[in-house]
């Protein structure tokens, strides 16, 4: 079975601390994905990575950047902590090569900023 | 610009009776559609990946149907149970190599006992 993990379930840090949120995948998935979830909004995708050092923004990435340094890791780092930024984050990893396949999700990271 | 949309936004309904999910779409050119659920808290998990060239995709008490001319997708499961409660959404893959996903905004499921 896929397996995605995320380092931890329930964070809390302070306005303008740096955060990182790390996600692991053991199925040698070249795409990894960082979305946030927010009641009403919906999910919504903030970075992807198609390979190793590889990335592309999604549809919000303003305030987000990533890191893939290894292709079974991928991160996303709070640069500046903001209260606007608290939230459900999920992190997802899919195959390449073919559009069929599915992307399968981590237990995402409840983050809230005070 | 494809959007998803899951109506109703909650559903309530008793033990053993049939659920039945909807997703519409509105732009048929896709490439599968994806059935997730997701428990209060927690990531999601998938349930069901049904390609352009199906009409169904069954697993278990589940079953996925797509009429892309029509732009919907309806979940079933059958003879719902209260472990079925959570949330289900869909999601249609976007861009040229299909690795966005547009979600719907989800359906949230109630079986009561």
């Known amino acids: 079975d896929v397996k995605v993990t995320q380092s931890s379930r329930y964070l809390v840090k302070r306005t303008g601390e740096k955060v990182f949120l790390e996600c692991v995948q053991d199925m040698d998935h070249e795409n990894m994905f960082w979305y946030r979830q927010d009641p009403g909004l919906g999910l919504r995708l903030i970075y992807f990575s198609y390979d190793v050092k590889m990335k592309e923004k999604g549809d919000i990435p303003e305030g987000y950047s990533v890191s893939r340094e290894k292709k079974e890791r991928f991160s996303l780092i709070l640069e500046s902590a903001s209260t606007n930024q608290t939230s459900m984050y999920l992190c997802?990893?899919?195959?390449?090569?073919?559009?069929?396949?599915?992307?399968?999700f981590g237990p995402g990271t409840r983050l809230t900023v005070l | 610009k494809q959007e998803v949309t899951q109506i109703p936004a909650a559903l309530s309904v008793p033990e053993g009776e049939n659920l039945v999910l909807n997703c519409s779409f509105t732009d048929s050119a896709i490439y599968n559609l994806q059935w997730f659920r997701q428990d209060p808290g927690k990531g999601l998990t998938s349930l069901l990946l049904?390609?352009?060239?199906?009409r169904e995709q069954t697993s278990g008490r589940l079953n996925a149907s797509l009429d892309k001319s029509s732009g919907r997708s309806t979940l079933y499961i059958a003879a719902s149970q209260p472990g079925d409660s959570a949330t289900y959404l869909c999601?249609?893959?976007?861009?040229?190599?299909?690795?966005?996903?547009?979600f719907g905004g989800g359906t949230r499921v109630l079986v009561k006992p």
């Open positions: 997802a990893s899919k195959p390449s090569g073919r559009v069929f396949y599915e992307q399968f």
């Open positions: 999601a249609i893959p976007k861009g040229a190599a299909g690795n966005k996903l547009t």
């Open positions: 049904i390609q352009s060239s199906q």
